[in-house]
């Protein structure tokens, strides 16, 4: 068995009896948006926290949930087991009218 796929195998046995994982979307509030990620030379090292439900075919959502000290968005991941796509869209829809604030996107002009 190769490594994703038994990567994949424990982490959905670790889920087993859960609805619903919360969990952040990345390990940092972000980084520079020209950049590949926020190790140079490690450019996916951020995605720790949703490649593993990409590659169990999960359902998961990211929904802004504010703002660090400095204005970068800080986001929080909904995930659900395979096929509870619904679940998974509705919680998101909640968790957005629930935030503590309303964010303030920038204006691009």
């Given at each position: 068995m190769g490594v994703i796929a038994?990567?994949?195998q424990r982490f959905l046995k670790a889920q087993e009896g859960?609805?619903?994982v919360l969990a952040p979307t990345l390990?940092?509030?972000g980084f520079a948006a020209e950049l590949p990620g926020?190790?140079?030379g490690v450019p996916l090292g951020h995605t720790g926290y949703?490649?593993?439900f990409n590659q169990t075919g999960q359902p998961a959502a990211?929904?802004?949930w504010g703002l660090d000290p400095t204005g970068l968005p800080i986001g929080v991941q909904v995930a659900g087991p395979?096929?509870?796509d619904r679940l998974v869209l509705r919680i998101a829809a909640f968790?957005?009218?629930a935030r503590p604030a309303p964010l303030r996107w920038p204006v691009i002009r």
């Open positions: 038994a990567s994949s859960l609805d619903l390990p940092m509030a926020p190790v140079p949703t490649a593993l990211t929904v802004g395979r096929f509870a968790l957005e009218t």
